[in-house]
């Protein structure tokens, strides 16, 4: 399960136009462990993703940035103990049901031969050419799916198309 929270301190600037409103977002994805999952980001994903501590006393979290949108990973415990009642529950789900988070890359090749090099499960991988596109399905430590993402120019493609199941 996801939630969405506001959080204050990624709260932007006012409109860029003065006329405008902006709208950043957060995502808040439950997590079992914090350095397992900053290090399949950073690592494994190669994401520039920040641990920090929001305010004294504060559980630290870890923050991937997107423009003016978050993903924020808490520990689950640490939800379920700021928001006992809507986070009980929290185990008895999927992680994530419904939403893919899609990290796009100039180059997915990197991450691939992290991905092999570790023999972390891909769902699938796939290259649409109608649209030159290449794309990783998978999950993160915690459930949550992925799917990484390269558009391709359609003239510097050195191998061909391929669409592999690698269950």
Not at 6 to 22: A, F, K
Not at 88 to 112: C, F, M, W
Not at 136 to 151: A, C, E, F, K, S
């Amino acid at each position: 399960m996801s939630a969405l929270t506001y959080q204050p301190w990624l709260r932007t600037q006012g409109p860029p136009n003065g006329r405008e409103p902006r709208m950043s977002l957060t995502l808040t994805f439950a997590i079992a462990d914090l350095d397992r999952t900053e290090e399949f980001y950073r690592d494994l994903l190669q994401q520039p993703i920040e641990r920090l501590t929001p305010a004294a006393g504060y559980p630290p979290v870890l923050l991937l940035l997107f423009g003016e949108s978050a993903v924020l990973f808490r520990h689950s415990a640490a939800l379920e103990a700021s928001h006992p009642v809507l986070f009980q529950n929290l185990d008895r789900h999927a992680k994530g049901v419904g939403i893919s988070l899609e990290l796009n890359y100039t180059d997915l090749a990197p991450v691939s031969r992290n991905l092999d090099r570790k023999e972390h499960h891909l769902l699938y991988e796939l290259r649409d050419d109608e649209h030159h596109r290449r794309e990783l399905w998978l999950h993160d430590p915690d459930g949550y799916l992925l799917i990484l993402t390269q558009d391709e120019d359609p003239c510097q493609r050195k191998e061909p198309p391929v669409e592999r199941n690698r269950s």
